[in-house]
Every structure is written in C-alpha cells, then in structure tokens.
C-alpha cells in the first residue's frame, strides 16, 4: 500500500495535468550526451568483442504467417496506484542477500609468479588483474573447464554480488523454457509502442533505440503497426542488453515465473529479480519529489517487503498509464534523476545478487545443453552465442556465449566456451563491486575486466597461473 502523503502527492499532481538499448558505446551517443555531468548512466551495456568489427544483425529465420502479441493490458488511467493482483517482487527468493562478505580479502602471492603473470597477460587485461590484487574483497572470479573444476579458479566464489545485466540470463530461460513448452509462440508480434511503453529514457545509454535501429535496418521492423516479431525480444534483451525489452518479458512471463525459474536452475544464493524499470524509480521518481532519495532507500532496505510491491506498482504505472509515464519521463528529463551516490548505494544494495559459482554452473549448464529439454537449450544458446558473428571469435571457439552487465560500480561477464577442438568447455565468471567511478568509466570504454575474462577462456596455462596466485597462504 502506499503511503497517505504519496497517494496525495500523486493527486495533485494528476489535478494539475501532469506533462509531458561485443559494442562499445559512442561518445556521440545522444542519450549519454543528455545525462548531467555528475549522473551515471544507470545498466548501460557494453557487449565486448575482440575486434571492433562492424556488427551485423543476426539472420533470424522469417515466418510464414504471424499474429500479434497482445499489446500491455490497459488500465483505468489514476496516478494513485490501485490494488494489483501481480505478485510483488520477491515471492519466492528474498529481496536482499545474505551473504554479500568476502571470503578472501588479502592476497600475498609470490612477486616471481606476479611478474611471470605480468609478461604473460596481455596489456589490455593487466589493470582488471592489478586492482583484484589491491581489491580482493570486491572481486568475485570463477574458471574452470567443465570436467575439470578442481584445478578452476574460486575467489569469493560464494559471495553474493550484484549482477546487473547478468540477471538477463534468468529471464532468457524462462522465455526459451515457455516457447518450448507452447506457451508463448515466437512468430507473434509485438508493437514497438507496447515495448516503449516499458521504455525510461537515459537510463540505458540508448540500448533501446538501437537494437530498434539494426532490426528496422535488417527488415525486421515491419509497419501499420510497426512491430517486431517476439523472437527478436529475447535477442534485444542479449545482444543490446536492452532493459525495456528484459521488462516487456518480465511482465510477460510474470514474476512469479521468474522467480520459479531461478529456482529450477538451481541459483540457491539468488536474490529476487525486479524489473529495471521498477528499480530506477524506486531510486527516484515523481512521487518522491520533495523526499530525500537516500532515505527512501535505506527505508526498502528496513522493509524489503515494501520495496518488493512498490517496484512492481511503480513498473505497472508507467508501463500501463500513458498519463503516468509521460510525467514520469518530463520529470526525469528535468534533470531530477538520483545521484551517483545514491544510484551506487541502491544498485549494491537492492539490485538482484548472485553468486560467480552458481553462475558459472549455470553458463556450464546451458553450453552442455542441460536445461529442460533440446528445444529450450537451443533457443538460450542461440541467442546468448551472438558474439560468433566476430571473425575473431570464430578463428578461437567453436561456440561462445557471453553476458556482460553493468551498473555504477558494477562490472559483470560471464562467459561459456569451446575453444577450437576442445569437446568440453570452459566457464568465466568475473564479478567486479565497488569500483570507484574513475575506473568504472574507463573499463566500461577498454574494457579491460572483459579482457582479463577472455584470457582466460582458452589458455590452460592462464587458469594455472591464476588459480596459483589466488590460492591465500595457508
């Protein structure tokens, strides 16, 4: 329920007539150039790649015939939020971790292991690898080849850790699990207005708008309405890391779906996945406009059950009340968006959290094709294996799926791979928190804990060095 002072502020602002998506980001990017000098961009995406090639949109097989998805339920339009049926956020795994403290926070590992490390890791990965040195306690690394997990790698391998964009990876599942079992039927269409609808711009660094420009650009975008087929959601949501597109499955799905999946896959130290749309207003939005955002937040983290309804009616709001979004968008447009403290302290605090092992037995189960049936583990594959439209990547692996993320401080990839000739593969998860905002910027532009994760990926002798170095004395 929300508060007394909310539903009034929410009136009065209805009374008034409230006004009105591997890619490097470009520093001509519109929605970046938009944002205030001292605000983040909030899970914008870099999907790495060892070259920057021109990228391609993959060729998804056309369809006969198509019917249209049936666009978001519409809603009595009122600002103050009613009684829902949807299930909040947090049904059947908690809204916060439990055990986000380091196992490993010193490490002294021999200088003549470190310097043979140093000449033998390429340049571009050396500043990842130096700061989990002077960090341990904010880094979470997990490698190994499947087969082989007892000469992998396991720093702060059990330490819940935001995962960002990473999370993505549940809801791929669910999607591939429901086509699979005839639930959802991928030939349907889906309106561009009904994913806008999910869509809270400068909040994604254009992913959106993007993966929307390679569809229409590849024909995949046909008109009256302009629609995309539901196949091309999931593959929006990878490729791009486009939040709207995550949320429109979100909700599709449902919440509970979500969550019942996370436990399938048996992600034990998984903390609830709310939609972004919910948790960037949860952060700061219009209701709030004369509360301090930090205090708001730190009150979800004393009443998490709290925080778990108002980000699912936040979400419905403005994905179903176009009066609501548009204010909503007007509002954030007026630079009133959360700090980068604030937007740092939420998304270590309420953004959803696993752990690197359980992750990296996740990306060992998909790349062995071990979810539900044959059907479903084609699909995920299909999509998270994108990056295999990179020469570079097809002189290396066979195969290759990857998920990045990223949120203020939060650095995320999880890789799965066959290198050439290799009938096993091999996992990286590599979990970085805290990061200060200078070396988030820059990783987030070279890339370079993504470079320490490929090193890995495909050199035995790497894990063996690492995996040496990592081991605390005894």
């Given at each position: 329920?929300?508060?007394?002072?909310?539903?009034?502020?929410?009136?009065?602002?209805?009374?008034?007539?409230?006004?009105?998506?591997?890619?490097?980001?470009?520093?001509?990017?519109?929605?970046?150039?938009?944002?205030?000098?001292?605000?983040?961009?909030?899970?914008?995406?870099?999907?790495?790649?060892?070259?920057?090639?021109?990228?391609?949109?993959?060729?998804?097989?056309?369809?006969?015939?198509?019917?249209?998805?049936?666009?978001?339920?519409?809603?009595?339009?009122?600002?103050?939020?009613?009684?829902?049926?949807?299930?909040?956020?947090?049904?059947?795994?908690?809204?916060?971790?439990?055990?986000?403290?380091?196992?490993?926070?010193?490490?002294?590992?021999?200088?003549?292991?470190?310097?043979?490390?140093?000449?033998?890791?390429?340049?571009?990965?050396?500043?990842?690898?130096?700061?989990?040195?002077?960090?341990?306690?904010?880094?979470?690394?997990?490698?190994?080849?499947?087969?082989?997990?007892?000469?992998?790698?396991?720093?702060?391998?059990?330490?819940?850790?935001?995962?960002?964009?990473?999370?993505?990876?549940?809801?791929?599942?669910?999607?591939?699990?429901?086509?699979?079992?005839?639930?959802?039927?991928?030939?349907?269409?889906?309106?561009?207005?009904?994913?806008?609808?999910?869509?809270?711009p400068g909040y994604d660094l254009g992913s959106h708008n993007r993966?929307?420009?390679?569809?229409?650009?590849?024909?995949?975008?046909?008109?009256?309405?302009?629609?995309?087929?539901?196949?091309?959601?999931?593959?929006?949501?990878?490729?791009?890391?486009?939040?709207?597109?995550?949320?429109?499955?979100?909700?599709?799905?449902?919440?509970?779906?979500?969550?019942?999946?996370?436990?399938?896959?048996?992600?034990?130290?998984?903390?609830?996945?709310?939609?972004?749309?919910?948790?960037?207003?949860?952060?700061?939005?219009?209701?709030?406009?004369?509360?301090?955002?930090?205090?708001?937040?730190?009150?979800?983290?004393?009443?998490?059950?709290?925080?778990?309804?108002?980000?699912?009616?936040?979400?419905?709001?403005?994905?179903?009340?176009?009066?609501?979004?548009?204010a909503e968008q007007a509002w954030h447009a007026d630079e009133r968006?959360?700090?980068?403290?604030?937007?740092?302290?939420?998304?270590?605090?309420?953004?959803?959290?696993?752990?690197?092992?359980?992750?990296?037995?996740?990306?060992?189960?998909?790349?062995?094709?071990?979810?539900?049936?044959?059907?479903?583990?084609?699909?995920?594959?299909?999509?998270?294996?994108?990056?295999?439209?990179?020469?570079?990547?097809?002189?290396?692996?066979?195969?290759?799926?990857?998920?990045?993320?990223?949120?203020?401080?939060?650095?995320?990839?999880?890789?799965?791979?066959?290198?050439?000739?290799?009938?096993?593969?091999?996992?990286?998860?590599?979990?970085?928190?805290?990061?200060?905002?200078?070396?988030?910027?820059?990783?987030?532009?070279?890339?370079?804990?993504?470079?320490?994760?490929?090193?890995?990926?495909?050199?035995?002798?790497?894990?063996?060095?690492?995996?040496?170095?990592?081991?605390?004395?005894?």
């Amino acid at each position: 329920m929300w508060p007394n002072r909310l539903k009034l502020t929410l009136l009065i602002l209805f009374l008034l007539g409230l006004l009105a998506a591997c890619e490097r980001p470009s520093a001509t990017d519109t929605t970046l150039a938009q944002l205030p000098a001292n605000i983040a961009p909030l899970d914008s995406e870099t999907a790495a790649t060892p070259t920057l090639a021109n990228t391609v949109v993959p060729t998804l097989a056309p369809t006969a015939t198509a019917t249209a998805v049936p666009a978001t339920p519409t809603s009595t339009a009122t600002p103050i939020f009613p009684e829902t049926n949807t299930p909040a956020c947090g049904q059947l795994l908690p809204i916060l971790p439990q055990n986000a403290d380091p196992t490993v926070t010193s490490l002294s590992p021999d200088p003549a292991l470190l310097a043979e490390i140093a000449n033998a890791m390429p340049a571009e990965a050396l500043p990842a690898w130096e700061y989990l040195l002077e960090n341990p306690g904010s880094v979470g690394l997990v490698a190994y080849r499947v087969g082989d997990e007892a000469n992998g790698i396991y720093h702060n391998a059990d330490m819940q850790m935001p995962l960002a964009s990473v999370v993505k990876i549940i809801h791929l599942v669910a999607y591939a699990e429901a086509v699979a079992a005839g639930e959802l039927d991928p030939t349907n269409y889906v309106t561009l207005d009904t994913l806008d609808s999910y869509y809270l711009p400068g909040y994604d660094l254009g992913s959106h708008n993007r993966a929307i420009e390679e569809l229409e650009a590849a024909g995949l975008v046909l008109a009256a309405p302009d629609r995309v087929r539901l196949e091309d959601v999931p593959w929006m949501m990878i490729r791009h890391s486009a939040n709207a597109a995550t949320d429109y499955l979100h909700m599709l799905l449902g919440q509970t779906v979500i969550e019942e999946t996370a436990v399938a896959l048996n992600l034990t130290q998984q903390t609830a996945p709310c939609t972004f749309l919910g948790q960037f207003m949860a952060m700061s939005n219009q209701t709030r406009a004369e509360q301090n955002d930090r205090a708001a937040i730190e009150a979800y983290l004393e009443n998490p059950a709290n925080y778990g309804t108002e980000v699912v009616q936040l979400a419905e709001a403005y994905s179903s009340d176009p009066e609501f979004r548009e204010a909503e968008q007007a509002w954030h447009a007026d630079e009133r968006r959360p700090s980068t403290q604030d937007q740092r302290f939420f998304s270590h605090n309420l953004n959803a959290s696993g752990t690197p092992r359980e992750y990296a037995a996740l990306m060992a189960q998909i790349a062995q094709n071990g979810l539900s049936n044959p059907e479903s583990s084609f699909l995920a594959r299909r999509y998270l294996e994108w990056p295999m439209i990179f020469l570079a990547n097809q002189e290396r692996f066979s195969n290759l799926g990857y998920k990045n993320g990223s949120l203020p401080g939060i650095l995320n990839t999880a890789y799965y791979a066959y290198p050439i000739g290799e009938v096993t593969p091999t996992v990286v998860i590599l979990f970085f928190r805290d990061l200060p905002g200078s070396s988030y910027r820059e990783w987030r532009n070279n890339l370079a804990h993504d470079e320490l994760a490929r090193w890995l990926l495909d050199n035995p002798e790497a894990l063996s060095l690492l995996r040496t170095a990592l081991t605390p004395s005894s």
